[in-house]
Each structure stands twice: as C-alpha cells, then as structure tokens.
C-alpha cells in the first residue's frame, strides 16, 4: 500500500487522463467514498479517452511526468458509442514509439473504469504508482547526451570523454 | 477500550489467508449449519462476537473450535464469505501455543495423530485409534473389538507402521515452519 | 514553449482571478487553502494571476458575490475556483461570472475536493497536489474562448420504456401535460410486477384495487400510444432529438376486430404452466391474457405452447373467435419513433431461489417463493386466496417465512433488497388472515425504515408472528431421530436463534422464500442501447446520487423505478413522477442549451486527406467534394474529440477542449509546488545517476 | 499422455486399502496412467492444522513439492481421499493467492532443499476426473454387467464439492456427478437428499454421541430411501459409516444393515471385473446381499418398490423446473 | 546594409549537412546569375574559399540575407551559427536539417559514444587502440585542436534565433527562386518582409492538398511496402493502398512529387502550421483509421510498420519533445524545485 506517504525517497507524478462519463466520474466517487490513492496521481479530464491526443502524452513526459495512465470506459460501453476503440488504436502504436524511445512500457498504461468503479480506479492508481515508484524517475539520464545538456547549459560546447587515446 | 482490536488482530494475524473476521454480521448461519454445534458451548457466531469483544480468555477456553469437524458448510454458507474453518484453526493454535486446553479428548487426538507423523511420516491407524482409545473410552474397547478383528481380519489394519525415507528431512521441514510461525506470530502479535 | 503551445492565445492579456473554496472542513481539514492561495498569487502571477482569494463557502451567494465584485472593480477575464467537482458546481461559478457580465465559458472549476482532500491522507502532499491542481486551471483558463451554448429543440414526444407502476406513473403524468407518449411493455399488458400483487404493505390495500384504474387510465388516454408485447431494438440521435425503433413481437390477434370477449382462450385445448404472470405455480392457455384486468385487453397466442403451431392442427382458435380476429400468419413488425427524452423504467427480475442449495426450492415441494405467495393470497390468482401447500389442498399449520434470500449475501447479492423485511412481514400477515396458522419470521435485522413500516412491525408481532432473529441455515426433510419422529413429512427449519445463542430445528409445513431483486438479465445491454451506464449489479447510475437522482449520465434518458434500484412502491411512483416532471420541463423549454463542446474544421487548412472521414459515429463529419474539404455539423456532432486528435494537419480544433486548454493544463498541473511534502519530488531523488 | 500424479493418502494404504485396489483395477480397464509420487507423507488430515497450522500447511506443501519434481509431463495430481484433496487443494491455492504463504512454506520446504512453485500441479479429486476427463460416456462403454436393479445411495460427504478453492462444481450442496456416474453404471439412483452431508469425521473420536448421530442420519437417510447400499468418495467417511455401523446402531438400538463400499468398487462391478481383486468382502457391514442382485435376471420394476410417489391431483400446484446448468 | 556596389550581401553556411541544400541553391540553374547580379556572395563555404576570420572582421548585422543549412552537432556548428547570427540581419534556417534536425538528428536516438563506437570500431574499421576522436590532442609538432562534439544534435532555432524557416531536405529550387525573390523585393523596398520567425517557401496545408490521387474515406487493414502490393493503383490514394504515407501530416510546398510519383511522401517539408508535435500527428493519424477493434487485430495490422519512429520522426527526432534539446532543457527545468 503506497495510499500512506511513502517512506520512499522517490515519489513519481503520474497523469492520469479521465473520460468526463466514466473514469472521471469514478475518480469523483472515490472522493466522495473517501477512498484514498497516492497524491502523486493527477487528474486531466477530457470529453473522452478518444481525444487523447499522443502530443498531449509526449508533452506531459517532457514536462517531467514519470508515468501517464490513459483511462476510459470499458470496450463496448463508450459514452460515444466506439470512440475508446479509436484511443485503444492510438495508445497501441503511441505505446510501441515510446517503448522505442527508451520509456518502460510500465510508463505509459491504460485503464478502463466505468462510472461506477471508483474502487477500481484508486487500486489500479495505486497499482501503477508503485510499480513506477520501483521503476525510480523517468530516466532521462539513460540518454548521456541529454542528462549532459542538462548539466551544461546548451551554449557551452562540452567535451567529449578522451578514453583510449594515448598520450 | 483497545483490549479488543488487539484479540482480534491476534486472530487474523494467525489466520493463515484472510480471516475475514471483521465482516460478520452475527446472521448465524455458521451456527445454524453446524453439524456438531450441539457439543459447543459457544456457536461459532457467538465465539466471533465474543472475540471481537476482546473476551481472550472465554474465546481460548471455548471447546468451539475444537468440536469444528471441518465440514465447510458455513464456509461455503457465509453470506460474508468469512473462511471460519481457518479462524478456527487460527484460535486453536493460539490455545495451543498459549497451553490453553479446552478439550482435552480432541487435542489429544490430534497430538496422537500429530505424534504419529513425527514418528513414520505417515498416520499409523491403529496405533491412532488404539492409543487414542486406551486413554479416552478404554470402556468402548470391548464393544470396539468385534470391528477392529474384523478390520484386522480383513487385512484393513496393518500392525507394522510405514516408515517414509525422507522422514528425517520431513522433521526438519515441520521444526523449520514451526520456528518461522513462532516468529511469525511474534511479530505479528506485536504489530 | 513550444511553438504551438500558445496556438490561440486570447486575445486581451489574461486577468485571472483565483478562489480557492475551504468546503467547511472538506477541503481545509485536508488542504492548507491559506498556502494554495498565496502560491497561486505568487507563483501563477507571471501566468496572468492578479487577485487569489479564500472563503469558506464559494458556492454560497457570499462567495459568488465576491467573484462578481472582482470581476467587476479588478476588470478580471478569466477565473479558476478551485473547490468541488465541475459535475457538482460548474454551472454555479459559471453563473456567477455571467451576472458579473463575464462569458461563463472564461470559468473553470477545478475540483480540489474530489481529487485531493478526499483521496488522500497526508495534508502536505494534498496541498501541493492542489497548487498543481490551480496552477493546471489557471494556464488552461488563459487559452479559454468566450462560447455560446448550443441550442437543440426538444422534440415533444416521450419513449417510456417498461408498463410496471412507474412507468405507467411517468407516462400517465407526461401525457396529461398534454404532451405525447410512447409506452413499450415486453409483456402482453402493462401493469409490471404491482399487477400481480395481493396487498401492499404497510397500508394492505389491495394492489389491484389501486392499480387497475391507473393502468386504464393509460390504456385509454389520447396522449399515450401502448406499445406492449413490443421491445426497443435501436436508438440513435441525441437529446431533444432521438430516433428509436420498436419491435411489436406479433400477438397473432387482429387489434383492430378482437373484441376481447375471451372465447379463444376459454377453447384453447393447450393448458401451460404460466411462469410469467402466475409465478409457476398457475396455468394458462396457448392464446391468453395474463389476468383479467390486463391493459390492453386483447390476447396474445405463444406460438411455443400452441398446437397449431407445434403440430400443424387445431386452430379451435381461429375458427372460434366471432370477430375473425385470430391472425396465425402475423408477422413482427417495426415501427420507428422520433421521440425527445426517454425514461428507462424496466424495473427488476426476482431472484431465482433455486440457486441458494440449502433451502430446497425446486426439491422439496413445500418451499415457495415470495411472488408464488403473492399469486396465492392473491383472491384472482391460482388458488383463489387459499393459503395452501404444493398439495393444492392442505392448510399449512405452521408457516416460516425466510428473509434475505439472495440479498446481503456476497454469494449472490452483496445489497439489501429494500423490500423484503416488509413483503415478508405483510406475507405473515396474510397468513394470519387466511389460516390459523403459527408463523415464523427468519430474520438477521428488520429493516422497517419508512413512513407506518416498523407501526407494522408492531402489529403483525401483536398478530402472535414469532420473529427468530437468525439467517436459516438450511430447510430439509430429514429428520433427527428420535426427537423429531413426529414431524415425519413436515419441513425442518435450521436455523440458530441468535438470541438465545443455540441451535434450532424448527418444524414447519411451509417455508415462504423472500427472495431479493435482482436488475432485469439484459439490464447490461439495455444500458448499452440506450448509451447510460450500469453499476457493477446493473442497476442505472443516476446523474447524481442525491441531487440528481433520476437523471442519468446522459442528456435526455432519464430513469424510474426498480431499474434505479430495489424500492418499494410508494418510490417508484415518486421517481416515476420526478422523471416525468424533469421532462415536462423541458418539452415546454421547447429548446436547451447544451455545452458548446463541439470541433470545428479550418477548411484553409483541411487538405482533404479524409483521414477524420470515417471516424464519427455520428457521422457529423461531412466531406465537401468540391471544395475537397471535412466539415463538421455541429447540429450531430457531440464533442468526443476523437477526430481533432486524428487531424494530421491540424485542422480540426474543439471548442471547450482545445490543444491550447489541454497542453496549457498539463503544463500547469505538472508545474514544480516547491516540494511541499508533495511531488514533483525534490532535487536529489531527481538527480540523474551517473 | 502420461498420466496422473498419484497421492493414495494414509488410509488407502490402510484401512481403505479396498478403495486403492479397486480404483486401480478401474482405471486399468480404462487405460489410465497413475504414477504414485514416490516417498509422499500424510496430509496431516485437520489434525495438524489444528495445532500449528504453519507446520500442517508444510507438511503438506512436502508432498506438492514432491509432486512438481516427479511431474515429468504429467500437471494433475488426483487424490481419491477427500481430506487429503481438500488439503492439497488448499495449500496450493492459499500460496498462489498469498506471497508471505509462498515466501514462509518454501521458506520452511527450503530446510530439506525442497520448493514447491504454486499452481504447478492441479490438485484434484479422483471423482472429478472420471468425471469430467473421462467422462461418463468412456465409463459406460467400458459396463460390461450394467448394475440392474441394484438401488444405490450416492454419497460424496464434505470437501470434494466444499470449499472447492478451484470453483469446479456449479453446485457445493446437491452436486449430481455421482448420481449421473452411478446411474451410467446400470444402477438405480436413490434420492440421497444427504449426498453433502457430514459423516462425522472425527467425531467418532471425540464426541461419539453427535457422531454416531450424524452416521445414523446418513444410514437412515439411504435406507428410507430404499438403497441396497451406498457408495462413497472417501476413506473416511467409509470408516465411518462402515466401521462404527455397529457400535451407531448399538448406540440407537437400531439394526441397520446398509453396505458401504467405494464408488471405485462398484464401477469395477460393472466392469465385470474379479470382486476380489476390487477389494469387495473387506467392507464390516458384508455387502454379500446387495451384490446378490447384480447379474441376477430380475427386471427393475421387480426391485424394491420405489416409495410411494403422491398420485398428481388436479388441485396440485406445479413444482418449478430444478435450475439448468445455464441459469445465472 | 548594403554594399557600395549596390549589391546585397549574402552568406551561406552548412553545419551538420549532407550539401544537398547548397546544391539545390546552385539548382536554381540560370536564375543564379540573376542572384549573383543581386548579392554579393561573402561567405559560402560550399561554392568558395573563405576564412571564418573574414567574416568575424564585418561588422555586426552587415549581412543582409544569411541561409543556414545543416544541424547542430559539433562546437564549430555552435560557434559559427552563433557568429553569423551576429553578423547578419536576416537569418534563414534553410531545409530539413536546420529546421527539425533531419537525418543527422536520428543520432539523438543513441547516445554519442554509442555513435563513436559504430564508426570507429564498428565493421570494417581497423582500429586495434580503440581510438577516439578528441578535441585537444597531444602530438610531437604540438596540440590538435578539433572541434568537440554536442552531447545532442539540436536544430538551429535552438541555438540561435531565426528569422525565418524553409523545409524540404532540399528545399524544391523553385521555392528558393521564389523566397530569394520575395526577400530580394524586401531588401530592395519594393515589398514587405514576411513576419519574422514565420515558414517561407512552403504551403500552409499538407502534401494531400497538392496531391491529385483518389481519396475516400479510410480505413488501413493492412500496412504493405511498396514491394508487397500486387501492382501499385496508379490514380489511388497511397495510404489506402497501405503504402505508410506522410503526406497527410506533412507540410505542402513540394509540389507533392514523391506520392505523385507513386512513393511515399517521407515528411522531409515538416509538419504543417501550428502543430506540436510532427509524430504525433502522424502517428494518431495512422492510428485513427486503423479498421480494427480488438487489442490482437490492432497488433497485427500495426506490425505492418516495423519501425515506428523511423516512420514518424525520420526529419523531427532533434525537434521533438522527447528527444529534442528542448525536451531535455523542460526535463531539468521541472526538477529545480528543491526546497
């Protein structure tokens, strides 16, 4: 259980986007039967799973989310009738380019909720938080290039390491 | 008053799986389907609510559990889907390591068969019912003799126990589990 | 920022106001508004904050009054309250920004109680979830566009599905609004599960003696179409405006000639066990009305049990009837429907006894069920009132009644029938009524929470019913000699009396089953149909629970009755009524305003790649052959957003969702709080290793 | 295939030794492989649970260990006694569900450089197999001398259909397997209300009185129902009601004579195979009548009379069909 | 500022670059002499001899027009855009590589030692000492100075600022005729300039506007190579065909060649006006259309791109938001929050 503040050096952020009819609303009626996940979770919500847009996805990666959980209604009970089929399309082919990226395929999941599963919703949070939280931050650090330009500001050129040259 | 919690949680801490405990709703249908209820002086229902009342001593000296034949049919009737067969293995134990005993004839025969398994590896029939017999119903023993020649008879007691190879190995299993249930109730006693 | 992040700024510099909202303790006991307030102030001031405040009660007038009062004397352009749910207060702040002269669409509600107070335990980290949750508002709100609300006529016509009491109750009140209603019923007459009734507790007046003139009120009124032995099969369309097709299963009788004189069905030689209307425990006819009073009063003839149709002879039927009204060549038919709101009253399925083993229904003769008494005592029903056992003949003696069979067991049913501890205690009643026999009532609480119920209680206790508080354990046949010798073929109840802390084995010659409610077996895809959601059970979610009870999650499909959950009578009628009076609202609205959530094309940058083509269900999305361009009807678009996602040019952008308000709250919510407690977590955890 | 683990359990080794021979022979006839785990020890029956439920549960973890080393192809383990399938059953299912199980039994298992990984064997009960695997069609076409006219009480007692951790039987209380089996084997089916009831298991030991009750019950129950004999599922209630038949009607001042014998026993009947070589002359109460019937040319309706069916009278009220498989 | 001669000043630079971009210029055939009748040329490493310390002695700003082509992937490609930044007054990041990073930006796939490592011990190179490339190197006559690799490769835009971008890897010549055109009418007075920081030389929709095969609505079952389709419809839309085809996401201008050619459009003119992320646009509209419903048939037909980001993010990797320098500069922005 990571619901009580996690003795855990590393807390991630994890964004979660909600469908405004069935996981949202599920999100709300977690609240109003107090039932507890980690802080580290957040809520977007939008009209439907199908908005989610992979722009939206990647920006939230590159503004430091350590993970982001697409949620929506369960197949075949979509407010819009098919719509989460096409979110299940794009999250299928965004999950192979991030995987290719180098994020953990942990990183980026999708949950369905209906309205009534408030329950659900706060054990599959829970859930990912702490399989994220074991996975640590989102390590930008296992591209050297990167992690080095965060340390250099990018104007100062940065040296090459000089390993195997003589003299 | 904390007394309470602290009995209970002794119980679920020494319930193998979930007890449940806490879910009863005193409907009675444990103890409405009781077989061998009669010879309880406590309903299994009534054992519950008491051990939620932190009543230790009563609960632990109740000869409850220990008439539990494991039928299953509160198990399987519970409307909470409590698994009361295993509280009531959890309460026993608890008995047992504290030197509680209830009902002597019951633990008695669960140590003669217990013995049994340290001894051979396996149960040893009549050395069970024999011994068990001698020290409870030596009375019965006459009526008893017509079935137990004809079990002989019938080849269906053999008088030589079966030994197992890994028997010494087997020991050191059940020390090793009974070390770590120790320590696991230790532990979980103190939580 | 990216390039596009910014895409369409607004245009006047953003002046955000901030409200943070305590909720009493709600909020405040959990979240540290004060800290949220000056952090919005500070932090979001380079984001276009000028004024952040606290108050107890945003949504009182008090609170509402100083969002005015800012927008007002501090010329605010957007505000951000951050309290409760948008499905809880939305319309409130937006209403308040209205009355300041503010497009509500520049108000955005961020809930800090739903998503921090209430979800989490630890005060920092709700806390700097919360600032994130502000900052998230605040950078979305900036890139809001004032809108106006979408207008749809409402089409005056009404769908009630399902001819039970509240059905009937919805229509009834629809319909003499002077509005037009369409009432479909599965069953050949309307009348629901209260048509088969005795009495009602706790007032016992007879079911039918209320019921019938209801229901041929209905049968006859000028507004109301009867569509019954009928199934909806399809709808489509929205709100005001929805399309729904019927299936009339045919009756094999002419409606038009029969007359009802109930010749066919007194010389129809096939006699079957009705397992409908007569619970099982009463015959009818192959052609039949379930009962006398059935509305309408024409037959229907189940091709199932006819001989005609099983072996090809007989048609005493057809060659009987003196109006020539027996059509053994009907065909289903479907007629459609243009309705504007719907009410979902399907009511519920009893549950199936059979499945709880140990109380030998199905095996021992002598156990019934709750609805085969209910058909018992009933004076119109298969024993004409004789309370007797499967025999047909013998008078119980004895008679124990079983609460909770089915319900508040995680076996089957985890809830509470509602229903059952006052069914059982009028059963004993009734008992008491027709024979002098004992009763016994099986109980684990009695639940007698309504107006003249527990009254009741009192009463059939003073009638001499013996109430044993115990769940019975199971009901058999076999005897424990020798104590029981005497009771050789009665039944024996087991039970333990929890009050005296023993087991008991009870004698009894009939055992009464009050078996729970259960959502009707295709409650799932009768959801699915009408696009509303079910809970785990299947019953209809409401809207909201308390404050909207009735509603459900979509526009225009409301819901009464058992459908919503178990309930007696009396609130069938009231949720039947609430619904009605939700829709005679707006029926003389005439039109609504819906939120103006819906995509737009920029045709100078649609290239007509026709991706987005075949994405709508709604088929919103038009492709203009000539111009080779996408446009979106708004009057059919819903606002999915599914298509604005797809656009490879960009093209398409949705009001109330846009790129803009979606990338600028991610931005926000993943905005450093400065490590309060709360993550992002600080610095050296961060710290890429080397 | 190659067959099934094989766990006997103390008393087929003993005193149920006619229920190991028989089902042997049966499943002979039938081509079925069974590999007894090699060095297995006692399940420890309620007994050791009852006084340290940790050792009892690696007691019997010993035996699932033994099992997923001697598997070599084979994933079933049957065991015909109840109380050691029930105990199987269990231990491995209570370690899928709960890592401190797993991690503390292995943990204990690991004295003896044994482990054992949860869900590597099915754990079931030799009655479900023939069952379901097998299948009653195999089994009739094996009936070499249909069981006519013999009236059988089918009795499967506790733990086989309850608890029933791995949700193999639609119905915990009236299970009809053993009914279905025994009437694919020619005989006549008694209604046997108490088919799930408690034969009293160790009751005998403990507390005679409510045990010799609860076997009363059962004889009584057969008998009413007209049975020549009952068949059983398991070791210890044939123990009960076989054995202690004597002391119960001792007990009650009854004299009931009722044969009990293992189903294994009566399948190999109709196999036509050797009574002797399925064990029949061991059982206490001598089912020497009983099996007079079988073979013998006496048409059904010429058994015992079926007790009296109620003539349908027209005011009768219908009874509701028993639930389909299908139903919710 | 303009020279005595009445001529502009005009300098052309390639940083990380393959020199198609300085061909295409040249490409402009005839019209190059109306150019050189225009411009003075003062720096153009591809086409003449010039010295960096030339162009450090002009004044700042006296460039008047300056094409930038190539990424930004060694201290001299920084140093020197930086100087020429200074020097000039317009700023022209010129082609794919200098407005998204292009090919050599796919280098931000790996890391820079994992790149070293391919070219200089990979196949076929002998290299028993495992040698590297340094940037100060000890020898006998004295130290090499050579210039130090970036850890990224970055687009232009994210080193200095730019005035305006033109796509294409190359930029069509016709394109450049025009923008050298409308710039030259800029500096000479006789016409605006465009808004500062706006895409020159390109359209405003994408490749399908330009595009004339047959298009209905889609719905993808099955993605082929070209080599896979029984014969290639000639007048049919490509990605109905299932051939991966960018142009739906990519920016017009190019006078849709490939796809009317019967190749798929690669994406190499960017994405079109406004949009955050060029893969993403891609990737969501590929996904959209794919006609299946369940998680296995999904699979299936996606399998038919067997390099999703090679697909996606051939031209954008250096300028997109997860490996981008941009990206990396957000990463560490949102970590500043130590207490």
Redesign the interface.
């Given at each position: 259980m990571s619901?009580?503040?996690s003795t855990s050096?590393?807390?991630?952020?994890v964004?979660a986007f909600t469908c405004n009819?069935?996981s949202y609303?599920a999100?709300?009626l977690?609240?109003?039967a107090?039932?507890?996940?980690?802080?580290?979770v957040?809520?977007?919500?939008?009209?439907?799973s199908?908005?989610?847009?992979?722009?939206?996805v990647?920006?939230?990666?590159?503004?430091?989310?350590d993970a982001v959980v697409m949620t929506g209604?369960w197949?075949?009970?979509c407010?819009?009738?098919?719509?989460n089929?096409?979110?299940?399309?794009?999250f299928?082919?965004?999950h192979?380019?991030?995987v290719?990226?180098g994020?953990e395929p942990e990183r980026f999941q999708r949950v369905y909720a209906?309205?009534?599963?408030g329950q659900q919703l706060?054990a599959a949070f829970t859930r990912i938080v702490d399989e994220v939280r074991s996975l640590g931050?989102?390590?930008?650090?296992r591209?050297?290039?990167?992690?080095?330009?965060?340390e250099?500001p990018?104007?100062e050129?940065?040296?090459?390491?000089?390993?195997?040259?003589?003299? | 008053m904390t007394g309470d919690r602290a009995f209970s949680d002794d119980i679920r801490a020494a319930t193998v799986g979930e007890s449940r405990l806490d879910a009863c709703i005193q409907c009675g249908t444990c103890g409405g389907s009781c077989p061998s209820a009669r010879d309880m002086d406590h309903t299994p229902r009534a054992l519950f609510a008491m051990a939620r009342a932190g009543l230790r001593d009563e609960v632990l000296r109740s000869n409850t559990s220990w008439m539990c034949v494991s039928c299953y049919f509160c198990a399987v009737r519970c409307p909470q889907e409590i698994h009361i067969p295993d509280v009531m293995y959890a309460i026993k134990s608890i008995a047992t390591r504290e030197g509680i005993v209830p009902e002597r004839t019951a633990r008695d025969f669960s140590r003669t068969f217990v013995d049994n398994i340290h001894r051979y590896g396996r149960s040893f029939e009549v050395g069970l019912v024999a011994r068990h017999y001698l020290r409870h119903y030596p009375f019965r023993l006459p009526g008893m003799a017509p079935m137990g020649i004809s079990l002989v008879t019938k080849g269906r007691m053999g008088f030589v126990p079966h030994r197992i190879r890994g028997l010494a190995g087997l020991r050191t299993i059940l020390a090793r589990a009974s070390q770590l249930e120790a320590g696991d109730a230790r532990r979980e006693v103190t939580v | 920022m990216t390039r596009a992040g910014r895409g369409a700024a607004a245009p006047a510099e953003p002046r955000v106001g901030v409200y943070v909202c305590h909720c009493g303790t709600n909020i405040a006991g959990m979240v540290d508004v004060e800290a949220v307030r000056d952090w919005a102030a500070e932090r979001l001031g380079p984001h276009g904050v000028v004024v952040a405040r606290d108050y107890p009660f945003m949504c009182s007038s008090l609170g509402q009054e100083l969002i005015e009062q800012d927008v007002r004397e501090q010329g605010l352009n957007r505000v951000v309250v951050a309290a409760c749910s948008p499905h809880m207060h939305e319309k409130t702040f937006r209403g308040a920004c209205e009355r300041a002269g503010l497009n509500p669409y520049l108000c955005e509600l961020v809930s800090i109680r739903e998503q921090a107070s209430w979800v989490h335990t630890d005060r920092d980290a709700a806390t700097a979830k919360s600032k994130a949750i502000v900052a998230g508002g605040v950078l979305r709100v900036r890139e809001h566009a004032p809108l106006e609300p979408l207008r749809v006529p409402i089409n005056e016509a009404t769908l009630v599905v399902g001819g039970g009491i509240a059905g009937i109750t919805a229509a009834l009140e629809i319909a003499d609004a002077g509005f037009p209603v369409h009432l479909v019923e599965r069953q050949p007459s309307i009348g629901g599960h209260m048509a088969q009734f005795d009495k009602t507790f706790p007032t016992l007046d007879c079911a039918a003696c209320i019921l019938t003139p209801r229901m041929v009120t209905a049968g006859t009124h000028p507004n109301i179409t009867l569509h019954t032995w009928s199934e909806v099969t399809e709808v489509s369309g929205y709100v005001g405006n929805f399309t729904v097709k019927v299936l009339h299963r045919p009756r094999y009788v002419d409606t038009d000639l029969c007359t009802g004189c109930g010749i066919c069905e007194e010389k129809c030689p096939a006699r079957v066990v009705d397992p409908v209307f007569e619970a099982g425990i009463g015959y009818r006819k192959a052609v039949y009305r379930p009962f006398p009073q059935a509305v309408p009063k024409f037959p229907v003839l189940d091709p199932e049990s006819c001989i005609f149709f099983q072996r090809g002879t007989c048609k005493a039927c057809e060659k009987l009837c003196p109006t020539h009204a027996i059509r053994l060549d009907q065909q289903p038919e479907e007629v459609t429907l243009q309705v504007g709101n719907i009410v979902l009253a399907t009511g519920f399925e009893s549950f199936d006894a059979r499945r709880v083993e140990p109380y030998g229904y199905g095996r021992l003769a002598n156990v019934f069920t709750s609805l085969e008494f209910e058909r018992m005592s009933n004076a119109s029903g298969p024993t004409g009132g004789r309370i007797v056992l499967r025999d047909g003949v013998t008078q119980p003696q004895t008679v124990g009644i079983v609460h909770c069979v089915g319900s508040r067991d995680r076996n089957f049913n985890a809830y509470c029938s509602a229903i059952c501890c006052m069914q059982s205690m009028k059963f004993a009643h009734l008992v008491r009524e027709h024979t002098d026999a004992t009763v016994y009532e099986f109980y684990i609480d009695i639940r007698a929470a309504g107006k003249g119920f527990d009254e009741f209680y009192q009463r059939v206790q003073d009638e001499g019913t013996i109430f044993v508080r115990g769940r019975v354990a199971e009901v058999t046949d076999v005897l424990h000699l020798p104590e029981e010798a005497k009771h050789d073929g009665q039944l024996i109840i087991q039970v333990e009396d929890t009050l005296v802390g023993r087991q008991r084995r009870i004698p009894v010659d009939m055992v009464i089953l009050s078996v729970g409610l259960e959502p009707q077996p295709d409650a799932e895809e009768v959801a699915r149909r009408f696009g509303i959601t079910c809970s785990s059970e299947g019953w209809v979610i409401e809207r909201h629970p308390k404050l909207d009870p009735v509603a459900t999650m979509t526009e225009g499909v409301f819901a009464a009755g058992c459908a919503l959950g178990p309930r007696d009578i009396p609130t069938s009628v009231a949720t039947g009524s609430a619904a009605a009076a939700r829709i005679i609202g707006r029926i003389q609205q005439r039109e609504m305003a819906l939120e103006p959530i819906r995509a737009t094309v920029d045709t100078e940058r649609c290239s007509g790649c026709r991706i987005c083509n075949d994405l709508c269900p709604y088929s919103a999305i038009e492709f203009d052959e000539a111009r080779a361009v996408a446009e979106v009807n708004p009057a059919l678009c819903q606002g999915c957003g599914v298509c604005v996602a797809a656009c490879p040019a960009g093209a398409i952008s949705g009001t109330g969702f846009s790129d803009a308000q979606i990338l600028g709250q991610i931005e926000g919510i993943l905005m450093s709080t400065n490590g309060t407690g709360g993550s992002p977590a600080t610095e050296p955890e961060r710290a890429v290793p080397a | 295939m190659s067959g099934y683990l094989y766990y006997p359990g103390c008393s087929l080794a003993g005193s149920a030794r006619a229920y190991a021979e028989s089902l042997t022979a049966v499943l002979d006839t039938l081509g079925v492989r069974l590999r007894e785990i090699d060095d297995w020890n006692c399940c420890g029956a309620t007994e050791y649970l009852t006084l340290s439920p940790l050792a009892g549960y690696a007691l019997i973890g010993r035996n699932l260990a033994l099992a997923e080393s001697q598997r070599n192809g084979s994933d079933t383990l049957v065991a015909p006694c109840s109380a050691c399938y029930v105990n199987l059953a269990k231990t491995d299912r209570y370690m899928r569900e709960s890592p401190v199980m797993r991690e503390q039994l292995n943990g204990a298992l690991a004295a003896d450089g044994m482990h054992y990984t949860p869900g590597a064997v099915a754990v079931r009960h030799l009655l479900e197999v023939l069952v379901e695997d097998i299948g009653l069609e195999e089994l009739e076409r094996h009936v070499t001398r249909p069981l006519t006219g013999l009236r059988v009480a089918p009795y499967l007692g506790c733990l086989v259909s309850r608890p029933d951790y791995d949700r193999r039987w639609a119905r915990r209380e009236q299970p009809l397997e053993l009914d279905r089996l025994v009437a694919a084997l020619g005989a006549e089916v008694v209604d046997f209300p108490l088919r799930t009831a408690c034969c009293g298991g160790h009751m005998t030991q403990i507390s005679p009185d409510t045990g010799f009750e609860l076997i009363r019950r059962l004889v009584e129950a057969a008998d009413r129902g007209g049975a020549d004999l009952l068949v059983t599922v398991c070791p210890m209630c044939q123990m009960n009601l076989d054995a202690y038949q004597g002391e119960m009607n001792h007990h009650f001042g009854t004299d009931y004579r009722l044969p009990i014998l293992f189903f294994t026993q009566l399948i190999g009947l109709a196999f036509n195979l050797d009574a002797s070589t399925l064990g029949i002359g061991s059982e206490v109460v001598s089912a020497r009548d009983a099996l007079a019937r079988i073979g013998v040319e006496v048409p059904t309706v010429e058994g015992e009379p079926a007790p009296p069916r109620r003539a349908k009278r027209s005011q009768e009220l219908p009874m509701p069909a028993p639930l389909a498989e299908g139903d919710r | 500022m303009t020279a005595a001669n009445g001529k502009h000043r005009f300098a052309m630079y390639w940083a990380a670059s393959c020199g198609g971009c300085d061909i295409a210029v040249l490409n402009l055939h005839e019209a190059i002499l109306d150019f050189a009748e225009r411009f003075d040329i003062v720096f153009w490493p591809a086409v003449m001899d010039a010295k960096y310390r030339d162009v450090e002695a002009m004044p700042d700003g006296s460039i008047d027009l300056t094409l930038v082509s190539g990424s930004i992937r060694n201290a001299e490609n920084a140093e020197i855009v930086r100087l020429l930044r200074r020097k000039s007054a317009i700023l022209v990041a010129f082609g794919s590589c200098a407005t998204e990073g292009c090919i050599p930006g796919l280098a931000n796939l790996g890391t820079t030692a994992g790149l070293l490592d391919v070219v200089f011990d990979g196949p076929g190179t002998d290299n028993p000492d495992h040698l590297r490339p340094a940037s100060r190197v000890a020898v006998p006559e004295g130290e090499l100075h050579l210039p130090a690799m970036e850890p990224l490769v970055r687009t232009l835009d994210q080193v200095v600022e730019v005035d305006y971008r033109m796509p294409g890897c190359p930029p069509e010549s016709e394109r450049i005729a025009e923008v050298v055109g409308l710039l030259t009418a800029a500096l000479d007075g006789k016409a605006g300039l465009p808004p500062r920081g706006s895409v020159v030389g390109a359209g405003h929709s994408t490749v399908c506007d330009e595009c004339q095969r047959d298009r209905s609505a889609k719905r993808i079952s099955e993605f082929r190579r070209i080599q896979q389709l029984p014969a290639l419809d000639p007048g049919l839309c490509l990605l109905e065909q299932g051939l991966p085809c960018n142009g739906s996401a990519t920016r017009d201008g190019c006078g849709a060649k490939c796809p009317l050619a019967g190749a798929p459009c690669i994406g190499c003119y960017g994405p079109a006006d406004g949009v955050v992320e060029f893969g993403a646009r891609l990737l969501s509209a590929f996904a959209s259309v794919v006609d299946a419903s369940e998680p296995e048939e999904i699979d299936r037909i996606l399998d038919g791109l067997p390099d999703p980001v090679g697909q996606f993010y051939r031209f954008s990797l250096a300028g997109s938001l997860l490996r981008g320098a941009r990206a990396a500069r957000t990463a560490t922005a949102t970590r500043e929050s130590a207490p």
């Open positions: 619901i009580a503040p050096p590393f807390e991630p952020v964004l009819w069935c609303r999100a709300d977690a609240g109003t107090r039932i507890k996940y980690p802080p580290s957040r809520l977007i919500r939008l009209m439907c199908g908005r989610l847009d992979p722009a939206f990647l920006r939230a990666f590159a503004s430091g989310a209604c197949p075949a009970d407010h819009y009738r098919i719509q089929v096409k979110a299940l399309r794009r299928e082919l965004l192979r380019v991030l290719d990226l994020i209906s309205a009534a599963e706060a931050p989102l390590a930008w650090g591209q050297p290039g990167i992690a080095a330009e965060s250099a990018a104007d050129p940065s040296t090459p390491a000089l390993e195997g040259v003589p003299g | - | - | - | -």
